[in-house]
Nanobody, 126 residues
């Protein structure tokens, strides 16, 4: 099915910004939920943002609401995660993942999403 490749990670200072990309082959928002997740060492993988449906609806977890924005490129099969006002606690491996929309997009939890990329590292220094 879909193949996912994340990119755009790197090292930034606190308060800086990064834009992550999820290149998704054989994917459309009308068929799949696409979520961004992150996992820090010793922590559970947590859902951050979701885009889904023909109207490109979005959802954000409280910890990133107002700082992160998820969007789909109009010309390319890529979903972005724009991350602003980054904090050291945002340091983690970031992943994108999909789930067939027929079965619902919520909860935005690791166990509900079946296709994953290999991740891209984000490091935020003080």
């Amino acid at each position: 099915q879909a193949q996912l490749v994340e990119s755009g990670g790197g090292s930034v200072q606190a308060g800086g910004s990064l834009r992550l990309s999820c290149a998704a082959s054989q994917y459309s928002a009308s068929e799949y939920c696409l979520g961004w997740f992150r996992q820090a060492p010793g922590k559970e993988r947590e859902g951050l943002a979701l885009i889904y449906g023909v109207n490109l609806q979005t959802h954000y977890t409280d910890s990133v609401k107002g700082r992160f924005t998820i969007a789909r490129d109009n010309a390319k099969n890529i979903v972005y995660l724009q991350m602003n006002s980054l904090k050291p606690e945002d340091t983690a491996m970031y992943y994108c993942a999909t789930r067939f929309i027929t079965y619902g997009c919520f909860p935005l939890a690791e166990a509900r999403y079946s296709t994953w990329g290999l991740g891209t590292q984000v490091t935020v220094s003080s």
